[in-house]
T-cell receptor, first 115, second 113 residues
């Protein structure tokens, strides 16, 4: 079946602009996660959705970052007033539920470059 | 603080040799995952370790988990070039009733002919 998909695959923007990154999880997966991976580092947790609600947003670095999942499926990560330090690969993952032991399946990522 | 540390961070080895990557973590957990990442690609799941003493093998890779020592190992037997990639361990912590994955820094493995 289809895996996690993310669009766009690459996004180049200028400092100060607004961007939206989209994630389409595996059908039937109620849990959805966003991670950020900087060059040469492991993924870092940003936010976790269980259904439509953000169950844990403790990883969002500041209030320029926001994510939604209005119908409990597709999620959008929104970044306002982008900064060069936001440049990274943004990964989305989904799982059957936000319970320990449920394997997370990762999408291909969106590479964001802020000039 | 939740910390996951891998070592080594960089590993260059010759085909046919054996080696082990180590993953240490700071707080009790009995769930751990190993992922492979090729350059410019996403994470591919290799192993899911769900209990103390768990051992799983796939081809030339074998992973184990010792929850008392807070240590997991990924052992490579008779390495081949195709195994060149970055390997991440991720520890599954229970935080306020929900799963939280914390990743190590990754081990960049290069296997030379």
């Amino acid at each position: 079946g289809a895996g996690v998909s993310q669009t766009p695959s690459n996004k180049v923007t200028e400092k100060g602009k607004y961007v939206e990154l989209r994630c389409d999880p595996i059908s039937g997966h109620t849990a959805l996660y966003w991670y950020r991976q900087s060059l040469g580092q492991g993924p870092e947790f940003l936010i976790y959705f269980q259904g439509t609600g953000a169950a844990d947003d403790s990883g969002l670095p500041n209030d320029r970052f926001f994510a939604v999942r209005p119908e409990g499926s597709v999620s959008t990560l929104k970044i306002q007033r982008t900064e060069r330090g936001d440049s990274a690969v943004y990964l989305c993952a989904s799982s059957l539920g936000g319970y320990r032991g449920n394997e997370q399946f990762f999408g291909p990522g969106t590479r964001l470059t802020v000039l | 603080e939740l910390k996951v540390e891998q070592n080594p961070l960089f590993l260059s080895m010759q085909e046919g040799k054996n080696y082990t990557i180590y993953c240490n973590y700071s707080t009790t957990s009995d769930r751990l995952y190993w992922y492979r990442q090729d350059p410019g690609k996403s994470l591919e799941s290799l192993f899911v370790l769900l209990s103390n003493g768990a051992v799983k093998q796939e081809g030339r890779l074998m992973a184990s988990l010792d929850t008392k020592a807070r240590l997991s190992t990924l052992h490579i037997t008779a390495a081949v070039h195709d195994l060149s990639a970055t390997y991440f361990c991720a520890v599954d912590f229970l935080i306020q009733g929900a799963q939280k994955l914390v990743f190590g820094q990754g081990t960049r493995l290069t296997i030379n002919p």
